[in-house]
T-cell receptor, first 112, second 115 residues
């Protein structure tokens, strides 16, 4: 799987949009971009994933650049409960690639 | 996610003891996984199972064994616990209905301390 690079930490004011960047310049054509988050040693929580097109669900939006070398996770109206470590993962969905490789992620702190 | 439960949530044991961590899920997923998390190292895959008759080693299976008793249950055993197995252990399930849609759902974790 391609490696990802994320800033180690970010702050965001409560109620504002939180934009978390991720670089994955070596991504291959069959690799998806996944985002998970982990709130204070709880089990990681799936947020969203995409291949080429931008994606949106009830939790967040995922913007993938046209060259697919980077992406941004957007939490539209951050709340204090969004304080967590956010992991960007690049993964090919094929047999023999069952594990999720979590890097060090971005520690997002929502400021009241 | 309450659909994936792990017991116990916390455990302290001594070196050389055999212990079992249990995972149950009500999501109806065929695939189940065991990970461990150490500070600064992210999550590492220990074992995974695609169905009741399928067990596969992950990247750090030495010192561990698993049992898939049923679709809903996947247990992790430490045959003879050692201090460097002190970690946070997560069970996960996945809904591999299609290659485009797989996501993994994690349990709340078991914090294990080996003295």
């Amino acid at each position: 799987d391609a490696k990802t690079t994320q800033p180690p930490s970010m702050d965001c004011a409560e109620g504002r949009a939180a934009n978390l960047p991720c670089n994955h310049s070596t991504i291959s054509g069959n690799e998806y971009v996944y985002w998970y988050r982990q709130i204070h040693s709880q089990g990681p929580q799936y947020i969203i994933h995409g291949l080429k097109n931008n994606e949106t669900n009830e939790m967040a939006s995922l913007i993938i650049t046209e060259d697919r070398k980077s992406s941004t996770l957007i939490l539209p109206h951050a709340t204090l409960r969004d304080t967590a470590v956010y992991y960007c993962i690049v993964r090919a969905l094929n047999f023999g690639n069952e594990k999720l490789t979590f890097g060090t992620g971005t520690r997002l702190t929502i400021i009241p | 996610d309450a659909d994936v439960t792990q017991t116990p949530r916390n455990r302290i044991t001594k070196t050389g003891k055999r212990i079992m961590l249990e995972c149950s899920q009500t999501k109806g997923h065929d695939r189940m996984y065991w990970y461990r998390q150490d500070p600064g190292l992210g999550l590492r895959l220990i074992y995974y199972s695609f169905d009741v008759k399928d067990i596969n080693k992950g990247e750090i299976s030495d010192g561990y064994s698993v049992s898939r008793q049923a679709q809903a249950k996947f247990s992790l055993s430490l045959e003879s616990a050692i201090p460097n197995q002190t970690a946070l252990y997560f069970c996960a399930t996945s809904d591999f209905t299609s290659v485009r849609q797989e996501t993994q759902y994690f349990g709340p974790g078991t914090r294990l301390l080996v003295l």
